[in-house]
């Protein structure tokens, strides 16, 4: 218990240090983030190779990586990002083939598949982040701030609710412990606090701050329940050991990364 204290405690302080040092250190951040969730994440899904693991690994990352490269090089520098981008994410990709030709894999077009998973679960929704940290043109940390509260009130009180009044199964097939009033009960203080952050964060309206709500109380608990089905998939507790008595990288943001495209959609369609 103390060993886990103490792990959320330095985890707390990381985050908030990265996320109001500026601009660099948000993208520093969670550039870390997105490249432990990768790491962990071709750790699960070439779990059963016998050779060229390294590789594996170190090839899911560097194509998952991409899309928050780019994003990066839009927003940093002054490149013109379209052959860039263009450049970035394709050269490697294309590769991906080439170099299955010289390993001679049994399944290669199910290593191909599975290397580029993490280009779509991981990679875009961190890059499109950095969209919404630099909503109004200029970096805006209270903005981030507010999405990981939301994200973490839902995961807590659905399990606090749950803890206490939970009766009826959620989805007892991948997550035996989710309840349905701890689901209603974390949607419930989800969408209170984004009531509460409008008039602390006035970045965006109250309209944006409950479509925000929303969005993390259904994608949050859905995010959540397909890294369960990884999980289970792969039969392992934890996706990793980087967060004592936490697990690893995706097992904090499971839900956050899920979240992540439909609060830009969302934000997108809200703008006026």
């Known amino acids: 218990m103390r060993q886990r204290a103490i792990s959320a405690v330095i985890f707390v302080i990381a985050m908030l240090a990265g996320v109001f ?10 550039s870390t983030i997105a490249i432990g969730c990768l790491w962990e994440l071709n750790g699960i899904l070439f779990r059963t190779e016998i050779i060229y693991i390294p590789y594996r690994r170190a090839s899911g990352l ?3 990586y991409l899309p928050m490269l780019v994003a990066g090089l839009n927003q940093y520098t002054d ?7 263009a450049f970035c994410i394709l050269l490697p990709i294309f590769l991906l083939f080439a170099v299955e030709l010289l390993l001679e894999s049994e399944q290669p077009f199910g290593n191909i598949s599975r290397t580029l998973l993490g280009f779509f679960y991981v990679g875009i929704p961190f890059a499109v982040l950095v969209s919404i940290a630099h909503w109004n043109g200029e970096y805006a940390p209270w903005q981030v701030l507010g999405l990981l ?3 973490w009130t839902n995961d807590t009180m659905a399990y606090v609710t749950g803890s206490m009044i939970g009766r009826r199964p959620f989805f007892s097939r991948i997550s035996p412990k989710k309840t349905w009033e701890g689901t209603l009960g974390g949607m419930a203080f989800t969408l209170l606090a984004a009531y509460g952050l409008h008039f602390l964060i006035d970045d965006f309206s109250l309209a944006q701050w409950m479509a925000l709500a929303v969005c993390v109380a259904i994608f949050g608990t859905l995010g959540d329940l397909i890294e369960s089905m990884l999980k289970r998939s792969a039969k392992i507790k934890d996706s990793g050991t980087i967060l004592p008595g936490h697990g690893g990288f995706l097992d904090r943001f499971d839900s956050f990364i899920f979240v992540l495209p439909f609060t830009w959609l969302a934000l997108l369609l809200l703008q006026g």
Do not use: E, H, R
Not at 21 to 30: N, V
Not at 79 to 85: D, G, S
């Open 62 to 64: 560097l194509v998952g």
């Open 21 to 30: 040092g500026g601009s660099a250190s948000f993208f520093l951040l969670f």
């Open 79 to 85: 490149l013109k990002i379209l052959p860039w981008a």
């Open 149 to 151: 509260m939301l994200n």
